[in-house]
């Protein structure tokens, strides 16, 4: 089982460049969701999405957008990057249902110079 | 602003010795308490986890003591090993979850 997938694993951008960050998830979940990890600050939430068509904004949404089109999958599109959005993004998904295990992808080092 | 707090920031142990790492919440409506465990380049994965209406939870040399009126909850890592070595997280919500900022564990030979 491939479990919640993420491409590409490492990137770099320039400032001013857009991306969309991939993330697939083959366990038929409903909820999924994006993290980015910065030293010392843990995992923060940028947005999630509670089934297909349905997204909603985290703790630290802004300059990233994502779109629910299917179950399976969930991109997180950077617009306009910008040094601080250097971090690593994780992709998580869950049945939805409180008290379920949420699984994570491998991750995604972005560095935007 | 941190919803959870997590202590310490590092945590070095010898082998054999008891790896303790503690979490405060300040939301009450949170009713699941994950602890997460990552390795050096791999995403987080579910370590052991409770509910609110438990006190302790043991599953193997992993202990989490949830403590509901002082909205703390700990993890103890009994036997601590060389390979227990990684950064653990500890988590607060409901199918929503609010990571503290993480431990690095280091345990010594």
């Known amino acids: 089982n491939a479990g919640v997938t993420q491409t590409p694993k490492f990137q770099v951008l320039k400032t001013g460049q857009s991306m969309t960050l991939q993330c697939a998830q083959d366990?038929?979940?409903?909820?999924m969701s994006w993290y980015r990890q910065d030293p010392g600050m843990g995992l923060r939430l940028i947005h999630y999405?509670?089934?297909?068509?349905?997204?909603d904004q985290g703790e630290v949404p802004n300059g990233y957008n994502v779109s629910r089109s299917t179950t399976e999958d969930f991109p997180l599109r950077l617009l306009s990057a910008a040094p601080s959005q250097t971090s690593v993004y994780f992709c998580?998904?869950?049945?939805?249902?409180?008290?379920?295990?949420?699984?994570f992808g491998q991750g995604t080092r972005l560095t935007v110079v | 602003q941190q919803q959870v707090k997590q202590s310490p920031q590092s945590l070095i142990v010898q082998k054999g010795g008891i790896s303790i790492i503690n979490c405060a919440y300040e939301?009450?409506?949170?009713?699941?308490f994950p602890w997460y465990q990552q390795f050096p380049g791999k995403g987080p994965a579910l370590l052991i986890a409770?509910?609110?209406?438990?006190s302790e939870k043991k599953e193997g040399r992993f202990t989490i003591s949830f403590n509901k009126s002082a909205k703390q909850f700990s993890l103890h890592i009994m036997d601590s090993q060389p390979g227990d070595s990684a950064t653990y997280f500890c988590?607060?919500?409901?199918?929503?979850?609010?990571f503290g900022t993480g431990t690095q564990l280091k345990v010594e030979l």
């Open positions: 998580a998904s869950t049945t939805g249902a409180v008290g379920t295990e949420a699984f």
């Open positions: 366990m038929n979940h409903e909820y």
């Open positions: 999405s509670v089934g297909a068509g349905i997204t």
């Open positions: 939301n009450t409506a949170f009713d699941y």
């Open positions: 409770i509910r609110p209406d438990v």
């Open positions: 988590a607060g919500g409901g199918n929503k979850l609010t």
